[in-house]
């Protein structure tokens, strides 16, 4: 826009005292305006009408309002350079708009005197003067008394002025023109905002393409400076122009890229990928989660962004799902692009390998499972214990699924390489060796890396074909350390590459010595005696080059190294290990919590000492124990717990409350949100002994129940026995040697046959208690209620015993659910049946809390009593997680039958169960899908409420029908067996 100097017309004198002369007035007014007049009139080369013009005006100047004179004075002051480059009508126009600004302060006036004369060292100072004084004129018009806001103005835009061409000091006065039509306050943010180093004549034409856009960027703006220099938002300008042109609200992308990393910030790939959107918000979702994608693969990238428009062209929840990495479809796709192969994936596979591999099972957990305390990172975590092999939640170190693959395979075999050769058998030897160098630490990590290697090399040689893996997995290890290091490699990391079969500078003798001692640990007959020696030629080489930081911080990538320490806490499983044979089913944790490390001295008999064929239930002989418990009971329960409690030390089950991350599902977007809820499994309960009595002296009566109805339950496994003398069927492979001994002349053998034997029954059921805040509501009298209460459930159900309901005023729901669990663990333990009580609570998807009062695998001693005793009342329902977690619990129990049981009081709710907090449709629809999860997994499951408003949700929420609402809450421990025989019997 073209700008012209305003025009004003010159005013007529108006002195104070009249026949006084200029000089004289403006001396009466202020001594200072007075003195400058007579010295600046001198100075001018104007003619004696021209002079009296100009002292007229600055006489009306001076007039004009309250310190009128300072103006006057500023203005003459200024004169002899305005009438220079302005000449004598541009002087006069610059006086006249100064008067009309001094109104009511002289501010204004001064403000804009000083700052066109700043102007006049710039050659475009007309066009830039005409800018300037027609958006100060918006301004005075807009604001008439804010003589303040008028002065600030003038001061700054005549300063950008000078700093900026015309071009772009135009667009800085249209932008600041918008701002002051918005209001007062985006005014001033404006003129607080250093817009100078910005691209000006951008943002003017992002203005115009849409002024909500412009509004939007101004606001973020302080925030944006506080992450992104000048030279970074100009770098975005095109982005924010691309999305304006389109009408789009730039907020939620400011506000991304306001508090994304610097690296994000400054990577041109993302700002090239931010033209592959068209909505703001969706862009705001992917910058968001940039720094998990796999940035060095752009082609990886714009392929899963192009797949997750073709799939959800429309959907902006499900795109927003999508670009967030919070879908399954998301993540899904991208790893199938990027080659990431997942734990989870092929957990089943790597436990097979390990088996076959070791000759036994071996318990594989996911890096991710470990306790928080740990960290999730798997190759910073503490290293192999000897127990449990541990392995990263995913891995995409590499393109391919192969080579990924081989990550975990090799990974696997490394840790099983401490069982495999020695090392473990071993440890007093080598804690003591240890023990003896001047810095114990120090030589504990030598010797892991030491003996990480010789791991590698006895497996390749064992087993050439694992040679390949190992390379690629040495190679990228290699080549990882190398690019780490800051100039030639010292003594410490010739080491490491040494073990990484990476090439050696061996022309020194000290190098050549240690590689020497290393290269002799590739024998296939090494042994971990052989390590010790190696360490012990290195050791003085070493220990004074190195720190124990240095060696122990080093990553080592796919090697976890042996955890001395942890090992040897753990020796006595493995001595138990290398005495006894495992089962099919079994691991050294399950053993730990069999057999007594100490000589297993146990003079009583204890449950489970006689085979099952042996023993006779005692439902069948129709006797019922003592409910009181007798002393020489509790002396038997306490010996067993103290067993329990000594061998728990060796047991990884006693380290810190572990957490698990689980899908959830979101019907909104119609997918899993991967990896949503956290959930923490607290072994540590709180303890309430007296309670679990307590309940079960005061219901005699219907524990009494509820053993009948659990009487009624037979065994029902038919077991194949092999090698016996009479049978249903020929056992072939004994046939066929009886056949080969009778025509050799030999004996044969009658055990030619295959009988089917009925075994005890193979159950493993979970009650799930709601711990939610509103059990804690006192439950309503009964006689209050209707007299002819009902309660839904299966037709095949026994009702012909009458209803025994016992319940003290002031009971609370928890009261109830506590009392049925009690009286169904105290059935259950004459029945035999496997079970575990657990409950939930929590607030928000990051804090599932998930007590376990009682395993399977656990005693109803007096802890668990005691546990069990102490639920209480905690916080919110998030259904869905915890129904979850008790599925994989069940899963892992390899029962046939697999019962969960849930009891709560109400529908599932959280305040983050959702976006909308008041809804009930986002909690009802994930606990659905958790539950048919559940019935894919071939765990049968149970909802038990007692919300009278039950139906509306549950008859939706549980398959086929699988609910209960109790109208009458008293009912629910008689009602618990009765479910407990529709799901076992």
């Known amino acids: ?76 002051s200024t004169s002899p350079f305005l009438f220079e480059a302005l000449g004598f009508d541009g002087l006069m126009q610059r006086c006249e708009y100064a008067v009309s600004l001094s109104e009511f302060s002289s501010d204004p006036a001064i403000s804009y005197l000083q700052g066109i004369h700043l ?22 018009s807009s604001h008439q008394h804010a003589n303040q806001l008028l002065a600030n103005f003038f001061t700054v835009a005549s300063q950008l002025a000078l700093a900026v061409t015309v071009e772009a000091f135009t667009a800085w006065c249209e932008l600041g023109r918008m701002s002051l039509y918005r209001n007062r ?75 994304s990393p610097s690296r994000v910030v400054r990577d041109a790939l993302i700002r090239l990928l931010m033209y592959e959107f068209t909505d703001t918000t969706i862009a705001a979702c992917f910058l968001s989660k940039y720094v998990d994608l796999p940035v060095d693969q752009p082609d990886v990238i714009r392929n899963w962004i192009s797949k997750g428009h073709d799939l959800f062209a429309g959907e902006r929840k499900r795109l927003e799902a999508f670009f967030s990495l919070e879908s399954a479809a998301a993540t899904d796709y991208l790893e199938v692009l990027r080659g990431q192969v997942n734990f989870d994936s092929c957990k089943r596979i790597l436990q097979l390998y390990a088996e076959a591999m070791a000759g036994f099972r071996w318990a594989i957990l996911s890096a991710e499972d470990e306790p928080q305390e740990q960290g999730a990172d798997y190759r910073f975590q503490s290293g192999f214990d000897g127990l449990t092999i541990i392995l990263p939640g995913q891995v995409n170190q590499f393109s391919s699924r192969e080579a990924n693959f081989l990550f975990y395979k090799h990974a696997v075999l490394h840790q099983l390489g401490y069982h495999q050769w020695g090392t473990l058998k071993a440890l007093r030897e080598i804690g003591k060796a240890i023990s003896t160098y001047p810095q114990p630490r120090l030589a504990a990590a030598l010797f892991a890396r030491i003996e990480a290697a010789r791991i590698d090399w006895r497996w390749q040689a064992e087993f050439p074909g694992t040679a390949r893996g190992y390379g690629l997995l040495k ?18 990391e010739q080491m490491l590459l040494t073990t990484l079969d990476e090439p050696a500078d ?54 976890r190294t042996l955890d001395i320490d942890g090992a040897l806490v753990n020796l006595p499983l493995f001595e138990i290990e290398g005495a006894v044979q495992l089962t099919e089913g079994e691991d050294l944790l399950q053993l730990a919590m069999k057999i007594d490390p100490a000589g297993l001295e146990i003079e009583e008999m204890k449950r489970g000492d006689v085979d099952p064929e042996q023993g006779m239930m005692m439902t069948d002989l129709d006797e019922k124990p003592d409910i009181a418990s007798s002393d020489e009971a509790q002396s038997e329960s306490d010996k067993m717990s103290g067993l329990q409690e000594a061998l728990a030390q060796f047991s990884r089950r006693n380290k810190p409350d572990r957490t698990y991350l689980y899908d959830e599902w979101d019907f909104l977007i119609e997918d899993y949100r991967r990896r949503w809820c956290k959930i923490r499994e607290i072994k540590d309960c709180e303890m309430d002994l007296d309670y679990f009595q307590a309940a079960l002296r005061d219901h005699r009566a219907l524990l009494a129940r509820v053993r009948r109805q659990l009487d009624r339950l037979k065994p029902e496994l038919l077991v194949k026995i092999k090698g016996v003398a009479e049978g249903d069927e020929i056992d072939l492979e ?32 979970l009650f799930l208690v709601d711990m939610s805040a509103s059990t804690d509501d006192s439950v309503p009298d009964s006689e209050e209620e209707s007299a002819s209460s009902t309660i839904e459930a299966p037709e095949e159900f026994d009702w012909s015993d009458p209803a025994i309901a016992t319940v003290v005023p002031g009971t609370r729901i928890i009261d109830i659910e506590k009392q049925a669990v009690i009286l169904m663990a105290e059935a259950l333990e004459a029945l035999g049946d496997s079970y575990a009580v657990c409950g939930f609570s929590g607030y928000g998807r990051d804090q599932v809390e998930y007590y376990l009062c009682k395993d399977f695998d656990q005693a109803l001693d007096h802890r668990t009593k005691a546990r069990i005793g102490g639920i209480k009342p905690c916080r919110s329902t998030r259904m869905g997680p915890a129904i979850r ?6 899963t892992r129990t390899e029962s046939r ?54 139906h509306d949700y549950l008859r939706q929420m549980c398959p086929d029908r699988q609910y209960m609402v109790i109208q009458d809450v008293h009912q629910l421990p008689d009602e618990l067996s009765k479910v407990y025989r529709s799901l076992t019997g």
């Open 897 to 950: 039958i697999k019962a969960l049981i849930i009891i709560s009081d109400g529908y599932p709710q959280d305040h983050d169960y959702g976006r909308d907090r008041n809804s009930k449709a986002y909690g009802v629809n994930d606990t659905m899908k958790a539950l048919y999860e559940a019935k894919q997994q071939g765990v049968q499951t149970y909802c038990l409420t007692v919300d009278p408003s039950g």
């Open 506 to 559: 061996a022309r020194e003798p000290e190098s050549a010595f240690m590689v020497q001692r290393l290269e002799s640990l590739r024998d296939a007959c090494s042994t971990v005696f052989d390590t010790l020696a190696v360490l012990d030629d290195l050791y003085s080489l070493l220990a004074d080059k190195m720190s124990t930081v240095v060696a122990s911080d080093i990553v080592m990538d796919y090697r």
């Open 1 to 76: 826009m073209k700008w012209s100097l305003p025009s004003f017309p010159i005013l007529a004198a108006n002195p104070v005292v009249e026949g006084a002369s200029v000089g004289q007035t403006l001396f009466s007014i202020n001594r200072q305006a007075g003195e400058i007049y007579e010295e600046v009139s001198e100075l001018l080369p104007l003619t004696d009408n021209q002079i009296t013009i100009w002292g007229e005006q600055a006489l009306v100047l001076a007039q004009s309002g309250w310190h009128g004179w300072e103006a006057a004075c500023t203005f003459m």
């Open 885 to 890: 977690h008790s599925t994989q619990r069940l």
């Open 475 to 492: 190679q990228s290890l290699g080549k990882s350390l190398r690019t780490g290091l800051t100039g030639p490699p010292d003594l410490f």
């Open 185 to 259: 306050q985006a005014f001033l943010m404006f003129l607080k905002t250093e817009l100078e180093p910005l691209p000006l004549i951008d943002l003017h034409e992002m203005s115009l393409s849409s002024k909500a856009s412009w509004a939007d960027y101004l606001d973020e703006l302080p925030l944006l400076r506080k992450n992104l220099s000048s030279q970074d938002l100009c770098q975005w300008q095109a982005v924010f122009s691309h999305f304006a042109g389109s009408a789009q609200d730039l907020k939620p992308l400011l506000q991304a890229l306001a508090v």
């Open 734 to 765: 004994r046939a066929v040697e009886a056949t080969v001994d009778r025509l050799t002349g030999n004996t044969p053998s009658e055990r030619i046959y295959v009988q089917r034997q009925r075994k005890g029954r193979d159950v493993a059921a």
């Open 119 to 140: 102007l006049l060292k710039d050659q475009q100072c007309s066009e830039k003067m005409a800018c300037l004084e027609a958006l100060g004129q918006d301004v005075k």
